[in-house]
């Protein structure tokens, strides 16, 4: 089965490959450096992120899978015309290209986020408009789209807010934050790729949206102080000491779909953070 991951240099599109490489199947990772070349492998390898030669790739390779990584977040010094280029005309420019040459299971990775909330939920969702478009002209057609909940996993980048918070708890830094009574849904990267895996097996057709989460909607404030007990740390967390976003919203995934897949949670917010951050020769205390 040969499966194109587009955004395959990424974090999570690097641990999609991997493990679907595992399970036998050829990933061709999109990249946008080359240079990257030298880290193929026997069950995969990168191909230009540009249109063309995706497109070319498709033409000569039978593409029994797409699923969609890109992302592009909006943070300080990303202009949004480049949010908008990654998030939605890139996918838009392959995925009609792809169906109509007889591509017939697209996956695309969704945020759970408010369609409205910001640029990038925004231009995240045109992926999956397209897709259920497509999904009503072309019965033999697949297309997930897959609402992810917040992912965190070993090895990411270190701006990222859970790896962020756990570095300065283990140095026993303070941790400046929001009141942090915002719900959000934490789900481990190893539940992510399995249940993306269970969902590409599927003999179904038609449009889904599938969200994709621990199922569990704690705090920001109980995941924070749940960390600092698993560290053992003297920080001092400074709750309120940043301003709350506007419109700040909660998160839960609803699991009935997912699991009407076949796929169940394995790992609670507590057990998939410990696993993550927390050797078991340094763990004490946060026994959940």
Not at 9 to 17: E, K, N, V
Not at 121 to 144: C, P, Q, V, W
Not at 222 to 229: I, Q, R, S, T
Request: net charge neutral.
């Amino acid at each position: 089965m040969n499966v194109l991951v587009l955004g395959g240099d990424g974090y999570l599109g690097t641990r999609i490959s991997h493990f679907f490489a595992e399970k036998d199947c050829f990933c061709y990772r999109s990249t946008v450096n080359l240079n990257l070349v030298g880290k193929e492998g026997p069950s995969f390898k990168f191909v230009s992120a540009k249109r063309n030669n995706l497109c070319e790739l498709i033409i000569n390779t039978k593409i029994d899978i797409i699923i969609n990584t890109v992302a592009m977040y909006e943070r300080k010094g990303i202009d949004k015309s480049s949010i908008i280029s990654a998030n939605a005309i890139f996918p838009l420019s392959i995925f009609p290209f792809a169906i109509e040459h007889g591509v017939k299971k697209i996956l695309t990775i969704d945020t759970s986020l408010p369609k409205y909330f910001n640029f990038y939920s925004l231009t995240k969702s045109f992926a999956a408009n397209i897709g259920e478009l497509y999904s009503r002209e072309d019965k033999s057609l697949f297309f997930a789209d897959i609402v992810l909940e917040n992912f965190y996993g070993p090895d990411e980048p270190r701006n990222r807010f859970l790896h962020n918070c756990v570095s300065l708890l283990k140095d026993d830094k303070p941790l400046e934050l929001t009141v942090g009574t915002q719900h959000r849904d934490f789900i481990y990267v190893v539940d992510v790729i399995e249940a993306l895996w269970t969902i590409s097996q599927t003999n179904n057709r038609g449009f889904y949206r599938i969200p994709v989460g621990s199922g569990e909607s704690p705090t920001i404030r109980e995941v924070v102080e749940y960390l600092k007990e698993i560290t053992c740390s003297k920080s001092v967390l400074n709750f309120g000491a940043v301003p709350q976003r506007y419109n700040e919203p909660s998160t839960k995934a609803d699991l009935t779909m997912l699991n009407s897949f076949g796929y169940q949670i394995k790992y609670t917010w507590q057990k998939g953070m410990k696993d993550c951050f927390i050797s078991s020769e340094k763990l004490c205390g946060g026994g959940n």
